[in-house]
């Protein structure tokens, strides 16, 4: 599959601000995810305390955009308009086992009839779209 | 002290919008800003994930689903209040429908109708002095499991209809165990939700699932654990379980359209995979 077809809501940062870090690093290509400064715990998603030690001293931290597939599934009933022609498609949560396991949700490019592995290792492919409004960067996955 | 209440669940959805539709708008932040996007919006597509990762971890495959589909429809056609009442489920139906999102086919998915549903709790004193039979709580909890509501598929225990630190705690109130249940009543949601139930209760192992998981064990009168007699959420009516809870009572009561002899102990198991969840086990004037 390529990416699926406009129309679904767009990403934009949490008023709060939160996960502001993240989709501005997707935007320039990079994936970051949330680190607790205190005691090193990986998270996500992204959350104003560490849920292992509570401090709220967190940062946003670059990570290589590769991690293996914990689960997936396969779409055919379209729940939004903008997916009537879609045909099927793939969800994968990807999990980063050098991140305490953390877990990332995108989408699984290829051939949307696949045959998909859990534990199969996937880099991310990040869709930019700067014209659009509001710009905002999607990050998917491939299977390496 | 309230001396009665009344439960109630009314649904409208033709006026009100569906459940199992996506939100129409440009932009979206916060958790589901991290879903959405990528076509994950439904509640299919929420608990499909978890149930394809523990069919992987436990090697249980469609006909195990399948089997919690046949039973519900299979009673359907015993209750002329069913919504699929007069529309029986094959094997061979089943495995031709569409998929709505893998591992669930059409019949895997709960229905969406209108509806109304009501029970009244009285205390025991009060219920003997009603014209109906009365159905005895023996206990009913509600709980959860730690960072089971972590955003953006992050429980560390992710695999799981959410019961593993719950149904220790409603056995013990009840004062019964999983041999003693007589007939069971599992919110389904999606079939997947309703075999993890099951396990997390302690009637199956998780790698047992396909054996345990056939059609005739999850019948009345006589499976060996009759499951969803009225039809339940797949096929008599959607009200978001409370239709199960008043199953439950039929089934103690002696008024099933697919009744289990001598039922005692009647439990509930209700909405899996979400966070809170919660059960409950109902029981006849015997098991005082
Ligand atoms: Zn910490």
Redesign the pocket.
């Known amino acids: 599959m390529s990416y699926l077809h406009p129309g679904l809501p767009k990403p934009v940062p949490a008023p709060d601000g939160l996960d502001a870090p993240f989709w501005e690093a997707a935007r320039e290509g990079v994936l970051k995810l949330q680190r607790?400064?205190?005691?090193?715990?990986w998270q996500w998603g992204p959350e104003w305390?560490?849920?292992?030690?509570?401090?709220d001293?967190?940062e946003f931290v670059e990570v290589e955009p590769r991690g293996r597939i914990y689960s997936y599934e396969r779409v055919w009933h379209p729940v939004h308009p903008a997916l009537k022609e879609q045909g099927p498609y793939l969800i994968v949560l990807v999990e980063f086992p050098d991140h305490d396991n953390a877990r990332i949700v995108g989408n699984l490019l290829g051939d949307p009839e696949q045959e998909v592995a859990i534990g199969a290792p996937v880099r991310a492919v990040f869709e930019h779209h700067p014209d659009d409004e509001p710009p905002h960067t999607l990050v998917h996955w491939t299977v390496e | 002290m309230a001396e009665c209440v009344v439960v109630f669940r009314a649904l409208a959805q033709g006026q009100f919008g569906r459940f199992g539709q996506g939100p129409r708008r440009n932009v979206i932040a916060g958790d589901t800003a991290h879903t959405v996007p990528y076509g994950l919006m439904s509640a299919g597509q929420m608990f499909a994930m978890k149930v394809k990762r523990f069919m992987h971890d436990h090697g249980v495959e469609q006909p195990a689903l399948r089997a919690i589909s046949l039973a519900s429809y299979h009673h359907a056609q015993n209750n002329p209040r069913a919504v699929m009442y007069g529309r029986p489920l094959t094997e061979e139906k089943y495995d031709n429908s569409r998929w709505i999102v893998e591992p669930f086919h059409l019949f895997d998915c709960c229905l969406e109708n209108d509806g109304a549903a009501a029970m009244v709790l009285v205390s025991a004193e009060r219920a003997a002095e009603v014209e109906h039979a009365p159905c005895y709580l023996l206990g009913a909890v509600s709980g959860s499991h730690h960072r089971a509501g972590a955003s953006v598929h992050n429980a560390p225990d992710y695999a799981t209809s959410a019961f593993k630190t719950v149904a220790p705690r409603l056995y013990d109130m009840a004062g019964v165990g999983p041999d003693d249940i007589d007939v069971l009543q599992s919110y389904e949601n999606f079939t997947g939700g309703v075999l993890m139930s099951i396990v997390e209760h302690g009637f199956c192992e998780p790698d047992g699932c396909n054996e345990f998981f056939v059609k005739d064990n999850l019948i009345a009168p006589g499976g060996k654990l009759p499951t969803n007699t009225s039809g339940g959420n797949l096929a008599e009516c959607y009200m978001h379980g409370l239709g199960l809870n008043i199953e439950a009572v039929r089934q103690v009561r002696g008024a099933s359209t697919s009744q289990v002899p001598d039922v005692d102990v009647s439990m509930v198991i209700s909405g899996p995979m979400v966070t809170p969840v919660s059960c409950c086990i109902f029981g006849s004037e015997a098991t005082l």
């Open positions: 607790c400064k205190a005691c090193g715990q305390i560490c849920h292992n030690c509570f401090s001293d967190l």
